[in-house]
């Protein structure tokens, strides 16, 4: 009986030893893989996915756009995989700030206020808030001329809180309608429902280059000159740090010129 009692507890301590041996091997590799998974982990895109040139979806469905070959490009040198993420993009704080997005990028304006729950790339691209009207539209030539006129822009954009903080368009203009996205805005110019449309100029002219006979622009500036930036968590430094490094070596080596000439016909990238 008495080896019986020996042979057990060796028996138990051998097991217990392998048992501590297997549980910090396992810690190891765990916290190994963590670590690479960290250094892999899939980057997820949200955007508005109805902003051509910046962003939409094609004829096969499928989500396509200046910023989003920038995008993939960039993931690819980060050997990353990359997720493009559509979401409403008047909540687009809150899907960056609870982490179900991890970068906006889709044309967004850098201004302070969003400074101040986001942190962005160096501007990319600068932005011009223009007037589209209907084709052979007389009387629209400028801002002021907007007056007592029905005027469309898209929610949660840089010409739509302009124009929220103008007195000139809180008093002077009939009605400000705002849609989800900028195309519904065009669809409805070309209906006669609204008198003009204030909004991106690429935007508006990538759209006006798919219908030619139907609008025009009227190349005068309403509000402030922006820039398009790439917002991260205001706490994600070292994502913001990687994806500026190798936007930087796109723009070096010609690769983001050669993405905006695809898309606009010249390199209009800063």
């Not at 916290?31 to 979806?57: E, Q, R, T, Y």
């Not at 004829?59 to 990359?82: C, P, S, Y």
């Not at 850098?110 to 539209?137: A, C, H, W």
Request: charged share 30%; net charge negative.
């Amino acid at each position: 009986m008495q080896w019986k009692k020996v042979f057990a507890l060796g028996l138990a301590a051998v097991m217990s030893m392998a048992l501590i041996s297997g549980c910090g091997s396992d810690k190891a590799a765990k916290d190994s893989g963590s670590s690479a998974a960290g250094n892999n982990k899939k980057i997820v895109v949200g955007l508005d996915d109805n902003f051509p040139p910046m962003g939409f979806k094609d004829e096969n469905n499928e989500i396509v756009g200046f910023d989003i070959d920038l995008a993939k490009e960039a993931t690819k040198r980060l050997g990353r995989e990359v997720e493009f993420k559509a979401i409403d993009w008047s909540s687009k704080e809150a899907e960056l700030k609870s982490g179900r997005v991890d970068v906006l990028w889709n044309g967004l304006d850098i201004t302070e206020k969003r400074k101040e729950n986001m942190l962005f790339s160096d501007p990319y691209m600068d932005n011009r808030q223009i007037i589209f009207v209907k084709k052979g539209t007389t009387g629209i030539t400028d801002e002021q001329s907007l007056a007592g006129k029905t005027v469309g822009t898209q929610s949660a954009s840089t010409s739509e809180e302009y124009m929220d903080k103008s007195e000139f368009f809180k008093t002077k203009v009939k009605e400000v309608k705002k849609y989800s996205d900028f195309v519904s805005a065009f669809m409805d110019l070309e209906n006669g429902r609204v008198d003009a449309v204030v909004g991106d100029e690429i935007t508006g002219r990538y759209y006006m280059s798919k219908h030619p006979d139907e609008l025009e622009a009227i190349d005068t500036v309403v509000g402030p000159v922006s820039e398009f930036g790439i917002a991260f968590a205001k706490d994600n430094t070292a994502l913001r740090d990687d994806v500026q490094k190798v936007l930087n070596e796109m723009k070096a080596d010609g690769t983001t010129a050669k993405i905006s000439e695809k898309w606009f016909g010249k390199d209009i990238t800063k």
